[in-house]
């Protein structure tokens, strides 16, 4: 998401690649242990909130990104914290943030419960969540025939950077504000073969997940369901795949269903769930022709 900048040193996914061989049990959106899902993530005004965020929407989207990787273990939300450091402390600034972090911890039954502040040159949020599940869907579990599905719709945060770009800062705190999908990923638990959120974009956690299970995806990119906001702000069809599919930041869950168990999340979940596909023994491809493994880099 967001705005690029040079780098020196190991890319994203090297340094991943590194901490999952150093760090037993590394790898997933979250860790658990005894039952307990635990979760990290670090945001920055530079990179992560454009101008015109409200400090309403980066606690929601702070700790919704947190509970969003509760959501992609299949497990039940139960409290968030965040460490808030600015420049300065500002008394309204302040208590929009703590109100949005709270108000996104309501939307799926948990509780925002306190964090941290300290000094520091830019806005900069790390939050952590904390969930419940006996039963972890992990991303390595994928067999070939089960089906490719993903929750809601694609390109929410790529609309929002346009709407912010375009000055309609409004609209643009309302698309950053998403939905976590605790509840999706409660049900999608009782039937997923392998999960993760799309933080890195539809086409990365594809070739994420691919690489964690061992096998390939054929996604129709037809069936890919875009968000309406999208269209508003896209130049063209070429564009369009471009922020359903690479931007990322959206937050919807990426599953793999065995084929007999979709009815039964469709008619379960309570946020829409779409097959885009299917798991295969090839690559990872989209209309026959291999899907570039790009998407959002922290």
Not at 50 to 56: E, I, K, L, S, V
Not at 135 to 142: E, N
Not at 241 to 249: D, L, S
């Amino acid at each position: 998401m967001g705005v690029g900048r040079v780098r020196s040193g190991m890319d994203e996914s090297a340094a991943l690649a590194m901490l999952s061989a150093a760090v037993p049990g590394a790898g997933d959106d979250a860790a658990v242990v005894d039952g307990l899902v635990l979760t990290t993530d670090m945001l920055h005004e530079r990179t992560d909130f454009p101008d015109g965020t409200t400090r309403y929407t980066a606690g929601w989207r702070a700790v919704g990104a947190s509970l969003s990787d509760v959501a992609a273990m299949g497990g039940a939300a139960v409290a968030a914290v965040a460490a808030y450091a600015a420049p300065t402390f500002e008394e309204t600034a302040l208590s929009a943030f703590v109100d949005g972090a709270s108000d996104v911890c309501e939307s799926v039954d948990a509780a925002y419960v306190g964090g941290d502040l300290d000094d520091h040159e830019e806005f900069t949020v790390a939050t952590t969540a904390l969930g419940r599940t006996d039963d972890p869907v992990r991303r390595d579990g994928a067999t070939p025939g089960d089906r490719v599905v993903v929750t809601g719709q694609l390109g929410r945060s790529a609309a929002g950077l346009a709407a912010f770009a375009a000055g309609d800062v409004e609209r643009g705190n309302d698309l950053f504000r998403f939905p976590p999908r605790v509840g999706a990923g409660l049900v999608l638990g009782e039937h997923a073969t392998a999960m993760m959120d799309s933080s890195d974009g539809l086409a990365r956690s594809l070739h994420q997940l691919a690489t964690a299970s061992d096998c390939g995806v054929a996604v129709d990119g037809g069936a890919v369901p875009v968000h309406p906001a999208v269209d508003d702000y896209a130049d063209g069809p070429d564009e369009r795949r471009e922020m359903a599919r690479h931007v990322g930041e959206d937050f919807e869950l990426v599953a793999t269903v065995p084929a007999d168990a979709v009815g039964a999340v469709r008619s379960a979940s309570p946020t829409a769930v779409t097959v885009i596909g299917e798991v295969t023994e090839g690559s990872v491809t989209v209309d026959g022709e291999p899907l570039p493994d790009r998407g959002y880099e922290h």
